[in-house]
């Protein structure tokens, strides 16, 4: 048995849900469990309709147009679609009317993107011979915590899944399951959304709980690449990858996978691969618990903007521990999350999203320390083998160097894969090309 995820850019429209059905079809006999993301950009075009009911106006046509015509193109049924977008302009048009928006009504319109897919490919397969039938989250075992937006899935998936699917396991059903990513609902029959990208966690989880053979995640590229493609053209696929350095990767920046997405998979050493449906014959990367084979010490670089560097200086006579203790304390009264720190006996320099900024944070801090807040900042990290990172790093400080480069801040992190530093957000793309060049371009290591 496998999980096969393909993600928005994967079922973008018509042809592309033709060319998907085919790729299932082609692995029909390994048994697949099919996990889908909306189409296209739907999950952007809902979150732009919300925020346009608030201010009055219901407008849902691009998405509308979209699915109605890419269900006429693929000649299916579209009562179960006309009816999900019937209850979506219903939804709106109370948003619109109340002018308000909570982060739980957020969860239940985006929803209508995931939701909308499976019944499309459910269908279409079914004409094409392939009996399938869609699963929305919630009854294919997924429940999660209210943490609107950015839930958790709850402990007891690991037993409603396998529940949800034992017919399918046992073989007697017969019809290939296609179920709605990123979405769950909470023990009050909310439903709630695992954060951006959550396709890719709601995939694993299904595919660690059920114990299946392999997890395929078929995206618009040849795998993890060494760096951005948007960054760097010459960006190219790593072969094979550790749980930890994907999870790093996806944490530090890149989009390619959800940053917590490794973790069910990690616990069952399940086997990821990331495939390009846009290049099927290309093998992808696979994601294991150990490195099979000699690798190269730099693995690929990332970066994430939008940071903002937290200088904080103590003024009172705390000790290192008290000090400490004091200025986590602060971050974790105000929920902000730090990212990378570096530490000396009276000063803390550290990181957090510029979104997560936070005006009574810096009060409180200031009771005890000189804060010096520096907005514009980015983070590159080097995913790497941190035994070899005193040659990494004098690399690195080389090449930054000739090319008149500061670096401000840097952290090796608690893992054993990571080399975080801070840059200018304006210098950021510069900085990735250079280290590209250096440790992978050219290996100069
Ligand atoms: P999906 O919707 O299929 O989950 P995403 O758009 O979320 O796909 O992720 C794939 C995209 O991530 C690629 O198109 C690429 O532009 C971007 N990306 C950023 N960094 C990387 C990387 N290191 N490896 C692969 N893709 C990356
Ligand atoms: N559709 C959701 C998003 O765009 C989930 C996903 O694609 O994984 O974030
Ligand atoms: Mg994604």
Redesign the pocket.
Known sequence: MIVM?F??SSVADAERIRHVASIIQAYKDRQPLVVL??MG????FLLDAADEAVSGTVDISNVEALHINTAKDLNVNDSEIFCLLEELKTLLTGISMLKELTKRTRDYL?SF??RLSVRMMASYLASQGTPSRFYDAWDAGFLSDSNFMAAELDESVWTSIPLAFKDYTSGSQKEIPIVT??IAKDVNGYIT??????????ATMLGAALKVDEIQTWKDVDGILTTDPRIVKTAHPVEEATYEEAAELAYFGAQVL?PRSMMPCRRTGTPVRVKNSYNITSPGSIIVEKHTKEVSPVRAITAVKGVTLYDIVSTRMLGASGFLAHIFNQFLKWNVSIDVIATSEVSVSLTVNSKKDVDGLVEDLKKVADINVKKGKAIVTIICDVKRSSAILSSCFSALDKEGINVQMISQGASKVNISMLCEETEVHQVVRILHEAFIADALL
């Open positions: 995820k993600g928005g993301s909306a950009d739907t999950t952007d985006v993107g995931e990513g990123f959304t695992l954060g951006r990208g959550g396709s890719d966690l709601t959800h």
